[in-house]
């Protein structure tokens, strides 16, 4: 696998409008341990979001919980003027209290000023994709959603999606606004929300998985092993790859702060796995 690019030939169109290509980044990485403060080597990380745009990546995930907000000061920081193909999707919904600590806040009043914290900080007038980070169990998901559909009426948000829902959630949501992504946890040991993807996939809804290797699972382990050893590449790769065969509205999102490592993701776009494989990976048994 020698062609780091992307593959042009794997793209979505988010909104039946955005077109990306599958395999994006995930910028939450790009900050310090527990996803808390500023990154250890900040010129790292904005030479990792320079080279990511370099080698073809057009949609960029982030957060204005990463840091929290040290992602999106980033990615301003690097990329800005941005390319007139670059999709920034940020998400609100999350407040921070220390490394790894996540509460939810998905109250209209937090969701404003989330909202235009990001809007901000991106040095954006839109945001290309907003989506809600978390249902709040504590405020109706109705008004979540009201505040959505006003901000987007504003001309704040560009397109919404949703993160960890259901397919009830999904449906519940669109008497608001059109969901045009929703990113769950998924990966090939992981499909617990198999049900929602193949809804998306019904409904031409982007679906971004995150966590795309469950380590976790061993069983599933020797198996992306035995792959991987086969055609020379890393367990992630054969992950990776796996996720973006699986299902053409799979938008891909790995992370990193290191840019070997986010050239290794991108080159998983490359690899062939043979039939064989695949039955081999669709037969590893999810957590």
């Known amino acids: 696998m020698n062609n780091t690019t992307i593959s042009v030939e794997k793209t979505f169109a988010i909104g ?19 996803i808390w403060g500023p990154p250890k080597d900040e ?18 995930d982030t957060a204005d919980s990463y840091g929290p907000f040290i992602s999106e000061e980033l ?14 999707a940020t998400k609100g919904g999350l407040l921070r209290t220390g490394p790894d600590e996540w509460p939810v806040n998905a109250h209209p009043a937090h969701l404003q000023k989330a909202l235009d914290g990001s809007l901000k900080r991106l040095k954006l007038d839109q945001i290309p994709l907003y989506q809600l980070h978390r249902i709040d169990p504590i405020v109706p998901a109705e008004d979540s959603f009201e505040f959505l559909q006003k901000a987007q009426d504003e001309g704040k948000i560009r397109h919404i999606g949703l993160s960890e829902v259901d397919v009830e959630t999904i449906k519940k949501a669109q008497d608001f606004f059109e969901v045009v992504s929703v990113q769950n946890m998924y990966s090939v040991d992981n499909r617990k929300w198999e049900q ?7 409904h031409n809804i982007a679906f971004i998985p995150w966590f795309p ?5 061993v069983s599933s382990q020797s198996v992306l092993k035995q792959i991987a050893e086969k055609h020379s590449v890393t367990v992630h790769q054969v992950a990776l790859n796996w996720l973006l065969n699986h299902a053409d509205n799979i938008l891909l999102i790995p992370g ?12 998983s776009v490359s690899l062939e796995l ?14």
Not at 23 to 32: D, L, S
Not at 274 to 287: F, W
């Open 274 to 287: 043979s039939g064989e494989d695949v039955t081999l990976l669709n037969s590893i048994s999810p957590q």
């Open 16 to 34: 039946g409008e955005l077109t990306v290509n599958r395999m994006g980044y995930g910028a939450m990485r790009i900050t310090g341990k527990g």
């Open 256 to 267: 990193t702060s290191k840019v070997d490592h986010l050239e290794e993701n991108l080159q």
């Open 75 to 88: 990615i301003a920081e690097a990329l800005f003027p941005y390319p007139d193909d670059l999709v920034i």
């Open 196 to 202: 929602v993807l193949q809804y998306c996939k019904a």
């Open 213 to 217: 290797l469950n380590a976790g699972n």
């Open 43 to 60: 010129d790292e990380a904005v030479r990792v979001l320079k080279k990511a745009v370099e080698l073809g990546v057009n949609f960029i």
